[in-house]
Structure formats: structure tokens, C-alpha cells
């Protein structure tokens, strides 16, 4: 491994520590506590219901970049419409707990799933196929004399050794199957949880603690979502799933173990009645 994945395999333990802390703390100690990071902080957040505006597009509510990154993290383009459709009910299913998550339905699925979405998700694949073919022809750096080139050298060094193509296959086998589900949904719940850890100590999405995170969670998805493709498809011979992927389901742990006892009255608000019916319908 390289030096680089191991600065975050030990960050990833790090942030499990500070989340381990943060479960025994109180909510008030934690808020204050962040105020010594951040003093802007420990001011409650105006909840915006975006299903009432039902404007075109609000610059206020730009689209985050994670079906971009989930690209990058999945590889497979079928995967990751699994995933945006998972994200869109999901959304539809907690915005009684979210308001931030109520939208116009056609913005939940024409600007949302049909073109910001699947754009992020078309853009990334695109840079998968251009990341893979450029990282197999790259040379060393001293012999490469275009800034381009010597770019992707440097590139080269913060990745892992080769940039493989995923090819997923679930329905090859049952313990497949299940495993490429629990990727998902673990991949489903660390950004969910993002908004409830934003409600319950009321930080901004765009201070550098949550930009911070989710620059982290990239890094740690990458390595861990590898570990375990390599895992399901018996591409390294290996037993166990990698470290980075247990350490990064703890901490997707954590964090719910935290939304659980800091906000208990949100996240037992109980399902809206069509709701129920939709994800009854799904199960059966």
C-alpha cells in the first residue's frame, strides 16, 4: 500500500476516535466544542422545505457532486443509477425528518435523477475510462516533458498502484449478490447521515469540517469499495474484507449511533402513510 492510502487508513482510525469521543459527549458539549474549531459556529440553521418553491432551479440549493464521486467509487455506470434511484426514495422517504430533502417531484427526478444526476454520473465514468487508459501508458516522470504528463506522474502517486475497471456481477452468486448490496447501502447511509449530523450541530454543508469529511470519505470510498470488489470477485484471494472497508463501516456505524442518541425524537418520526406503501411495495 502506499504511503498515501496509509495516511488515510490512519485517518480513518483517527476519525473513529473523535466519533467514539463525540458518542459520550452531550449535545450542548459537542456544539460548544466545535465552536473552538469553527466560532461561526453553534447557531441554529434555518430548515428550507425546497417542495414549495418548486422553482426551475434555486442557486441557493446547488447539486452536490456525489453521483460525480460515486462514479469515481463504483465504476459501473448500472451500479450507479442503482444508487441514484436509492438516494431519490431515500430522499422521498425521510423528508418528513429532512425538510431540506422535500422537493417538487419532477425535481426529484427530471432535474434531479435525469440530468444534474445522471450527467455527474456520465462525467465520471468518462473520467474513469480517462484515468485507466492514462495511468497504464504513463512513464516516469523524467522521461514524460509535457506539464500534462508529468501531472499524471504525480497523479499517479495519490492513487492506488492501477486504476482497475470494475466489473460488477451480482446476480453471479447469492453471497455476490448481498455483498454488492451492502456496498451500496453503506455507500447510501455515510452521505445520508451527512444532513442529520448538519441538523443535529448545525453546521453548514459548505464549512470546511463537512468539506473536509467528505474529501476524506472520498479517499477512504475509494480504497474501501476496491477492497471489497476485490473481495467479491476473488481477485486477490482473500478471506477477510480490507481494513479500509471495516473501518469505514464503523465509522458509518458510528455516525448513526450518534444521529440515534443526540436526535432520537427525528430519526423515530414515524413513515408517512404512502410512504409505507412504497417501500412495502419494494420488499414484497
Same mark, same amino acid.
Given at each position: ?10 485517518? &480513518? ?24 474549531? #469553527? ?9 428550507? #422545505? ?7 432551479? #434555486?442557486? !441557493? ?55 444534474? !444526476? ?7 465514468? @468518462? ?22 504528463? @508529468? ?54 454543508? #459548505? ?30 484471494? &482473500?478471506? !477477510?474484507?480490507? !481494513? ?41
Amino acid at each position: 500500500m502506499d504511503p498515501f492510502w496509509r495516511l488515510i487508513l490512519c485517518l &480513518s482510525v483517527l476519525y473513529e476516535i473523535v466519533l467514539i469521543y463525540i458518542l459520550f459527549q452531550t449535545i450542548d458539549g459537542v456544539r460548544q466544542l466545535l465552536t473552538d474549531i #469553527d466560532s461561526s459556529l453553534n447557531r441554529p440553521l434555518p430548515e428550507k #422545505d425546497y417542495g414549495y418553491g418548486c422553482e426551475i432551479y #434555486d442557486w !441557493n440549493h446547488p447539486q452536490d457532486p456525489f453521483h460525480f464521486v460515486k462514479a469515481l467509487i463504483l465504476r459501473d455506470h448500472w451500479l450507479c443509477v442503482v444508487t441514484l434511484i436509492g438516494f431519490e426514495i431515500s430522499e422521498y422517504s425521510l423528508e418528513h425528518q429532512l425538510p431540506n430533502f422535500g422537493e417538487c417531484w419532477w425535481h426529484h427526478w427530471i432535474l434531479d435523477a435525469l440530468l444534474c !444526476n445522471a450527467c455527474g454520473i456520465y462525467m465520471g465514468i @468518462k473520467t474513469c475510462q480517462y484515468l485507466r487508459i492514462e495511468l497504464h501508458n504513463r512513464r516516469g516522470m523524467w522521461k514524460t516533458r509535457t506539464v500534462r504528463g @508529468k501531472f499524471m506522474c504525480v497523479l499517479n502517486h495519490v492513487t492506488l498502484q492501477d486504476w482497475m475497471e470494475f466489473d460488477w456481477h451480482p446476480p453471479a452468486a447469492f453471497g455476490c449478490w448481498l455483498g454488492t448490496i451492502y456496498l451500496v447501502i453503506l455507500l447510501l447511509l455515510g452521505h445520508i447521515v451527512t444532513f442529520y449530523l448538519k441538523l443535529i450541530f448545525w453546521i453548514p454543508l #459548505d464549512r470546511f469540517l463537512f468539506v473536509g469529511r467528505f474529501i476524506f470519505t472520498l479517499f477512504a470510498s475509494i480504497v474501501a469499495i476496491r477492497e471489497g470488489y476485490e473481495y467479491l470477485s476473488d481477485i486477490s484471494h &482473500s478471506k !477477510n474484507f480490507g !481494513n479500509q472497508l471495516w473501518l469505514l463501516t464503523v465509522i458509518t456505524i458510528t455516525e448513526r449511533l450518534i444521529v440515534l442518541k443526540f436526535d432520537w425524537a427525528t430519526i423515530t418520526k414515524p413513515l408517512l402513510f404512502h410512504i409505507s406503501i412504497l417501500w412495502l411495495t419494494i420488499i414484497y
